[in-house]
């Protein structure tokens, strides 16, 4: 089992800048690829980024791209999203997953085994 738990969301203004952390816990970090994910109410979640277990690959949805940044630091045990230039459609509650398959398209968003409880993001115009 892993442990997830995000941290970081709140209240910002279009333009501004946030930065989410997830540790984890429970097993060894550097097992898992990472991944964060957004929901907002009604509709499915959303794959946003996901970094590899060494972190030196990194993918990014392209409504994201250049804008946020995946990173992990392996001996923290924790994996942050840095967010520059909000939108108001980037508000959503975002998680944080954990993906032990080798062999699963973690970097398209699938095969995530594990997830946190997600932090709220709300960017306002």
């Known amino acids: 089992q892993v442990q997830l738990v995000e941290s970081g969301g709140g209240l910002v203004q279009a333009g501004g800048s946030l930065r989410l952390s997830c540790a984890a816990s429970?097993?060894?970090?550097?097992?898992?690829?990472m991944g964060w994910f957004r929901q907002t109410p009604g509709k499915e979640r959303e794959f946003v980024a996901a970094i590899s277990r060494g972190g030196s690959s990194t993918y990014h949805t392209d409504s994201v791209k250049g804008r946020f940044t995946i990173s992990r630091d392996n001996a923290k045990n924790t994996v942050y999203l840095q967010m520059n230039r909000l939108k108001p459609e980037d508000t959503a509650v975002y998680y944080c997953?954990?993906?032990?398959?080798?062999?699963?398209?973690?970097?398209?968003?699938?095969?995530?085994?594990?997830w946190g409880q997600g932090t709220q993001v709300t960017v306002s115009s």
């Open positions: 997953a954990a993906d032990g398959d080798y062999r699963s398209a973690y970097y398209v968003g699938v095969g995530y085994d594990y």
């Open positions: 429970g097993r060894t970090f550097s097992d898992y690829a």
